[in-house]
């Protein structure tokens, strides 16, 4: 495996040639300066509306396609077809569960978790208005994860659909996805995973997690505002449609109303180019490099944090990529998380505190009145310096 080289990585962003350390990457990556010149480009050289004859609109249709084409090499998806794009993960799956909802009847059942940020919640707890059955799978209060072993009892005959999150935005920690999915398969359901805290750090293989619906951020994995939901042809086709009635047999149109943002979806393939630049043109050594690289990040920071007598970490204190993203949360003892972050916000370090949506799970965890927890959370381009700089900060703020 070629090492990653951190100040490569770094100058195709130009946001971090600034004094300042960016460690709230799980709220939103910084952009890549590529992806930055590709919307300008679409927008001053072929801003048209797409479908039309004339050469430049054909030109315009092909960027917008390419950008569709690498986002479905990006995760593992065969056919561009199978990626739907939307303005965000929470518009993304409020529309997956409008398109599904006239397909299920009262007593129908879908299990939702406690783990997971509100989209991949909320989107279905609401169909419970229409007679379907919720089900909570709750985190396992010791691992704090997801088990198998909670789930299987709330799997039956009426369940349709299991929404859980391939990794948690607070805790970090890595899900067996495949091992959910051959479980609820079994019981005959489909499973929706939100693979929106796991994206920017670890390779993405559709196919072969097993998945039926898969969704990611873009803005968070050095793109544009923009998220994907992937899924086999066969599921999008079986969805009710919910664009204009004559685009009813048009997949992933029919899924996208209004359409995608065109000058967005046109820069996706700098975002591909980008990542696979890491591992000599290969995505999966780019991202073993990355996970490496990324371990190290979280052990320096998890070290710290293991010692202290002050804070509590929330999640796995291992640093093993194997197990968890270097995403990491703590609660500290004597201040608030508000607190602790204002002072460090004054170094020109950016972390932050609250619950980022995953509100469950901070009411699980009882820490919704003190404030949430801190998180810190790092990709690929921060640097061991970096977390030198967040430790130091940390020292003079708890
Ligand atoms: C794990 C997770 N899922 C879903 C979302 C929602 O994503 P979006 O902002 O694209 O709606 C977020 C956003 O922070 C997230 O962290």
Redesign the pocket.
């Known amino acids: 495996m070629t090492p990653l080289d951190p100040s490569t990585a770094r100058r195709a962003f130009p946001a971090l040639s600034r004094e300042y350390v960016f460690m709230d990457n799980?709220?939103g990556s910084q952009c890549l300066g590529a992806v930055a010149d590709a919307v300008r480009s679409y927008l001053l050289e072929r801003n048209v509306q797409l479908g039309a004859s004339y050469s430049v609109s054909v030109e315009a249709a092909s960027h917008v396609l390419a950008g569709q084409t690498a986002i479905a090499r990006l995760v593992g998806a065969a056919d561009r077809r199978q990626v739907v794009l939307g303005a965000?993960?929470?518009?993304l799956l409020a529309n997956l569960a409008r398109a599904l909802a006239p397909g299920l009847g009262p007593g129908d059942e879908i299990v939702v978790t406690n783990a997971d940020?509100e989209?991949?919640i909320g989107a279905f707890r609401r169909l419970e208005s229409q007679g379907v059955v919720i089900r909570e799978w709750q985190l396992d209060p010791g691992s704090l994860t997801l088990r198998l072993e909670e789930l299987e009892p709330l799997l039956g005959p009426r369940t349709r659909l299991v929404c859980m999150?391939h990794c948690s935005?607070i805790l970090g920690t890595i899900h067996d996805v495949s091992a959910v999915a051959r479980c609820v398969h079994a019981a005959g359901a489909q499973l929706l995973v939100?693979g929106?805290?796991y994206a920017p750090h670890r390779q993405v293989d559709f196919g072969a997690l097993g998945a039926d619906y898969y969704v990611l951020?873009l803005y968070k994995v050095y793109g544009p505002h923009l998220?994907a939901l992937v899924a086999p042809l066969g599921h999008l086709e079986a969805l009710a449609n919910i664009n204009h009635e004559f685009l009813a047999g048009e997949v992933p149109y029919k899924l996208q109303p209004g359409n995608v943002c065109f000058e967005l979806t046109a820069a996706l393939p700098a975002i591909e180019d980008y990542l696979r630049s890491l591992g000599g043109g290969d995505l999966s050594a780019a991202f073993s490099a990355v996970a490496h690289h990324e371990a190290a990040l979280a052990e320096r920071l998890l070290g710290f944090l293991r010692a202290r007598r002050d804070v509590t970490l929330i999640g796995d204190p291992s640093s093993d990529p194997g197990r968890r993203v270097p995403t990491v949360s703590f609660a500290p003892h004597a201040k608030a998380p508000e607190a602790v972050v204002r002072i460090v916000d004054g170094m020109n370090i950016g972390i932050r505190h609250g619950d980022?949506?995953s509100r469950r799970l901070v009411e699980h965890l009882g820490l919704r009145e003190r404030g949430g927890v801190v998180r810190v959370s790092m990709v690929h381009y921060n640097t061991l310096s970096e977390v030198d700089a967040v430790i130091a900060a940390l020292e003079r703020a708890l």
């Open positions: 799980a709220g965000s993960t929470t518009q940020h989209a991949n999150t935005n939100d929106v805290a951020s998220a980022f949506y």
